[in-house]
């Protein structure tokens, strides 16, 4: 639903005088609701816009202001063999849900309307005008320790006239189809009787975001901040806006009205949606009809929600802040940058299974190819830490030594290394072998997981102890960050479990600011808490190394299946920063990258979640991402900072 806010304010005259004149005007003839909106708008001083030249489908909608339908509950027709729909519509927008039994078929037709074709579950094949689609559609999975997968949500746009055809795969599919204007033979098949001829279409000006008959991955579409704590992925073409929004728990937006017609179909979560005076309480699969300049507001529940929001005609609004959020993202990532598979660990030797802290140095990118069973077991044995040269070939310069995770650049070419099952961090050559033992413990017992590590301009070393290791007993009191000075002076710099998990970590180019990052919490199988959430924090850096003032930078986002359960967790891991200070975390979302200052700026999306990201390449200005068994790297326009001794 959109959010933008409008607070009650003094009334212009000329508003006052419009809404009387509205509220004058055959007031017998109109319905109820359209009076009650009227003195809602006068009351509330919000201002009235109109679209010229919009046609009347002269078709009464089957969902009715101020009142659910719940999909479920809607009668269903036998479409084709194989194939049962459900419908409702709107003046503008008609939206058909169907069901194909595997295989099943909708025959070749010529679109009678411009048509959005979105694949909810399953998968299908698609003929149009001689190309041949196959679209995908995947929920997410659930992380575990050798392998992920993030949803995919195919969809296309089909301009009226086209020829398609579909046919569902192996094991059937959901579709929700979505025509402008109102598709009429579909509502003869409902008996629907005293139906136009036909429906005009209205002639839109408003440019595309996406290309007719291609097929896309509403993942792939990059975040729109619409509010605080509210987010879309926008899609517009021909009349049809489509806006894939989810929203924080107990986000609010207050009473407002636009001119397009709206349709709000809950996806997850749940939503407490007032059209007019109306308060109704939204769950999954629960449709409403926001009429243009009809007053409403909302307010998520405490699950949050994911919506689609179905607009006709297109609301512009919306694309001014899609423009101006992708213009700040391609500042950084360039336009049409995909991430493009540098190794398949699972189909080459040496096998990778979980890698980690990717790191560019003398013309090479060096990570941890860390071994977890499905269970989340590590396995030293089967650990080792890769060398990737620029042609695409790798091999292991060491393993079945340590249970190595986070690198870092170090002197004469050596990298630091977290010896993580080792409780120790040491010194290491690109041969393998360890030239000493640069921490091992604290406070005369030994430290438990060492996970993520930086060097300042001193010769410190900033680490992260999350106690991710298998022994049931730990030695410290608890998850910490500590400080190793140039002379070997240990320093815990935060509170034992200050952080439920802190992970990643951070230096800022100046050496003035540190980040760390919050993996878990709010988790009813973790056993911290913690006031950090779903972060990543900045310090002050004091002369000496610790740290100082500490204030939250940014603001993660969560995926639905952790809202659901309540949690917290973003499952930030690895994180990079560019010479602007642009900082770059890997998460179960994908890698989200954040501007100095903390704000939002974009999403990069993988087909399994991310583990940890690194800057490489010969000017330094490719962004290296490590996700299980698989590297990926994408082009950036930004040269990443790493601190070499």
Not at 65 to 86: C, E, F, N, Q
Not at 112 to 121: C, E
Not at 203 to 223: G, H, M
Not at 500 to 524: R, V
Request: hydrophobic share 35%; with cysteine; proline share 6%.
């Amino acid at each position: 639903m959109p959010f933008k806010h409008y607070r009650p304010a003094t009334v212009p005259l000329f508003v006052v005088f419009l809404n009387l004149l509205l509220l004058g005007c055959n007031t017998s003839d109109r319905p109820e609701w359209e009076k009650r909106n009227s003195e809602l708008i006068q009351k509330f001083g919000l201002p009235i816009r109109n679209i010229p030249n919009l046609p009347s489908t002269g078709v009464a909608s089957n969902l009715k202001v101020g009142t659910l339908k719940h999909l479920g509950d809607m009668d269903s027709i036998l479409l084709y063999p194989g194939v049962t729909a459900k419908f409702f519509w709107g003046n503008g927008n008609l939206v058909s849900v169907l069901e194909l039994q595997a295989n099943a078929s909708l025959p070749e037709e010529a679109l009678p309307a411009d048509r959005f074709l979105i694949l909810s579950q399953g998968s299908l094949a698609l003929a149009s005008d001689g190309q041949k689609h196959q679209m995908i559609a995947k929920e997410r999975e659930e992380p575990d320790g050798t392998h992920s997968g993030t949803p995919r949500m195919d969809f296309i746009f089909q301009e009226k006239g086209r020829k398609s055809e579909i046919i569902a795969g192996n094991t059937g599919a959901k579709v929700m189809e979505v025509y402008s204007p109102i598709r009429l033979d579909y509502l003869e098949k409902l008996d629907i009787s005293d139906l136009p001829s036909e429906i005009p279409q209205s002639s839109s000006n408003v440019q595309a975001t996406i290309k007719p008959n291609t097929v896309y991955d509403f993942y792939d579409i990059q975040l729109t901040q619409l509010t605080k704590g509210v987010y879309t992925r926008l899609v517009s073409a021909g009349d049809i806006q489509l806006s894939l929004v989810s929203a924080d728990q107990n986000t609010e937006s207050q009473a407002h009205i636009h001119p397009e017609e709206q349709i709000t179909y809950l996806l997850r979560g749940g939503l407490k949606e007032t059209v007019l005076d109306q308060e109704m309480d939204m769950e999954p699969s629960d449709i409403a009809l926001v009429p243009g300049n009809v007053v409403h507001s909302g307010i998520a529940g405490e699950l949050g929600y994911d919506a689609l929001d179905i607009f006709w005609p297109v609301r512009e609004y919306y694309l001014s802040k899609q423009r101006t959020a992708l213009e700040k993202y391609h500042q950084i990532i360039p336009k049409d940058a995909k991430p493009e598979l540098v190794i398949d660990g699972s189909k080459t030797k040496p096998t990778l299974t979980f890698s980690e802290g990717p790191k560019w140095m003398d013309g090479k990118l060096y990570f941890s190819n860390m071994y977890f069973d499905q269970n989340w077991n590590a396995d030293p044995e089967r650990s080792s830490i890769v060398e990737l040269k620029p042609d695409g070939s790798y091999r292991n310069i060491m393993e079945s030594k340590m249970q190595a995770n986070g690198l870092y650049p170090y002197t004469n070419g050596n990298l630091l290394v977290c010896d993580m099952i080792g409780h120790r961090v040491v010194e290491m050559t690109t041969s393998g072998e360890v030239v000493q033992v640069i921490a091992d413990s604290y406070n005369g017992k030994p430290i438990d997981g060492p996970n993520d590590i930086i060097t300042d301009s001193k010769g410190g070393i900033y680490f992260t102890d999350p106690q991710f290791t298998m022994e049931a007993e730990k030695f410290q009191p608890g998850r910490a960050v500590y400080y190793v000075s140039h002379d070997r002076e240990i320093t815990r710099l935060v509170e034992p479990n200050e952080f439920a998990m802190p992970n990643g970590i951070l230096l800022s180019p100046g050496g003035k600011t540190l980040y760390i990052n919050n993996c878990y919490d709010d988790e009813s199988w973790y056993p911290v808490n913690s006031s950090k959430e779903n972060y990543v924090w900045a310090y002050d850096v004091n002369e000496d190394g610790t740290i100082s003032n500490g204030r939250k930078f940014a603001e993660l986002r969560l995926t639905g299946n952790v809202l659901n359960r309540k949690g917290k967790s973003s499952s930030a891991d690895g994180m990079a920063i560019d010479t602007m200070g642009n900082i770059y975390v890997a998460t179960y979302l994908g890698v989200q990258i954040f501007d100095s200052k903390g704000a939002f700026i974009g999403i990069i999306n993988l087909p399994s979640f991310p583990v940890s990201v690194g800057f490489g390449g010969e000017d330094m200005q490719t962004l290296f991402i490590v996700s299980y068994d698989k590297v990926y790297k994408i082009p950036t326009h930004m040269e990443g900072y790493v601190n070499y001794l």
